[in-house]
């Protein structure tokens, strides 16, 4: 019994992993391992006091793998699957879905500062307001939105389980529908109401949209812990 005391208070008197200590003491390779294994742990929503406590377990680990001439890579394969292992072992599943609107405005923001910036771009290069397609700032909201929807829908489809999938024939054709119907009120608002928000937009114009979604984007991310544009869409929790 006295032998477990003295155990046990020697590990809470042993000094704790200095991880700046031990970072500059990775190779590139693992610098790079690390770097992009906090960078999938914080965007899964890992706290400060989660994320330290994988690195005091891992990068001792990491270190002694290096010696031995052995890549973190090679040891615990890509840094998204060690966090993903990580966070479900310790009762945090990654990206924990969000509310739907939540990831349709996200994903919104995202592709109006995709289509503010490629339409910027391209009016800067047109000879004429004829070449210019870009259109109002209501038409490319109600096309970037309405893409997010479809995404997020999209995304929610693939995590169902696939015996309680709608169809997705039925799926593809509404959706067709959909987009030639938001594509002809985008048209028609641009070529028949004459606002400052309808009228096709200067370039600078453009890129001031995109620059302001983009921060929009990168903000609700940070908040709400979102996953990325492309990232596969996680498991409900049972």
Same mark, same amino acid.
């Given at each position: 019994?006295?032998?477990?005391?003295?155990?046990?208070?020697?590990?809470?008197?042993?000094?704790?992993?200095?991880?700046?200590?031990?970072?500059?003491?990775?190779?590139?390779?693992?610098?790079?391992?690390?770097?992009?294994?906090?960078?999938?742990?914080?965007?899964?929503?890992?706290?400060?006091?989660?994320?330290?406590?994988?690195?005091?377990?891992?990068?001792?680990?990491?270190?002694?793998?290096?010696?031995?001439?052995?890549?973190?890579?090679?040891?615990?394969?890509?840094?998204?699957?060690?966090?993903?292992?990580?966070?479900?072992?310790?009762?945090?599943?990654?990206?924990?879905?969000? $509310?739907?609107?939540?990831?349709? @405005?996200?994903?919104?923001? +995202?592709?109006? !500062?995709? *289509?503010? #910036?490629?339409?910027?771009?391209?009016?800067?290069?047109?000879?004429?307001?004829?070449?210019?397609?870009?259109?109002?700032?209501?038409?490319?909201?109600?096309?970037?939105?309405?893409?997010?929807?479809?995404?997020?829908?999209?995304?929610?489809?693939?995590?169902?389980?696939?015996?309680?999938?709608?169809?997705?024939?039925?799926?593809?054709?509404?959706?067709?529908?959909?987009?030639?119907?938001?594509?002809?009120?985008?048209?028609?608002?641009?070529?028949?109401?004459?606002?400052?928000?309808?009228?096709?937009? $200067?370039?600078?114009?453009?890129? @001031?949209?995109?620059?302001? +979604?983009?921060? !929009?984007? *990168?903000? #609700?991310?940070?908040?709400?812990?979102?996953?990325?544009?492309?990232?596969?869409?996680?498991?409900?929790?049972?």
């Amino acid at each position: 019994m006295a032998e477990k005391k003295q155990n046990k208070e020697a590990q809470e008197q042993a000094p704790a992993v200095n991880i700046d200590a031990l970072l500059p003491e990775l190779s590139n390779k693992n610098s790079d391992y690390v770097f992009k294994l906090r960078k999938f742990v914080k965007e899964a929503g890992a706290t400060d006091a989660q994320e330290q406590a994988i690195l005091e377990e891992f990068l001792p680990k990491i270190l002694k793998d290096q010696h031995e001439g052995k890549p973190a890579a090679q040891v615990y394969g890509a840094p998204s699957l060690l966090a993903d292992h990580i966070l479900k072992s310790s009762g945090k599943k990654q990206g924990d879905k969000q $509310p739907f609107w939540i990831e349709t @405005i996200d994903l919104g923001f +995202s592709f109006l !500062a995709i *289509f503010s #910036l490629i339409y910027g771009v391209m009016s800067f290069f047109a000879k004429n307001s004829k070449q210019d397609a870009s259109g109002g700032l209501v038409s490319l909201i109600l096309m970037s939105f309405f893409a997010a929807v479809v995404f997020t829908y999209f995304n929610r489809w693939l995590d169902m389980d696939k015996k309680k999938r709608p169809n997705m024939f039925l799926i593809i054709i509404a959706g067709v529908a959909s987009v030639l119907l938001v594509s002809l009120v985008s048209v028609w608002l641009t070529n028949n109401v004459d606002t400052i928000v309808t009228r096709q937009m $200067p370039a600078i114009a453009q890129l @001031i949209v995109a620059a302001l +979604s983009y921060g !929009a984007h *990168f903000y #609700l991310k940070r908040r709400f812990h979102l996953r990325n544009m492309f990232q596969t869409a996680p498991r409900a929790r049972k």
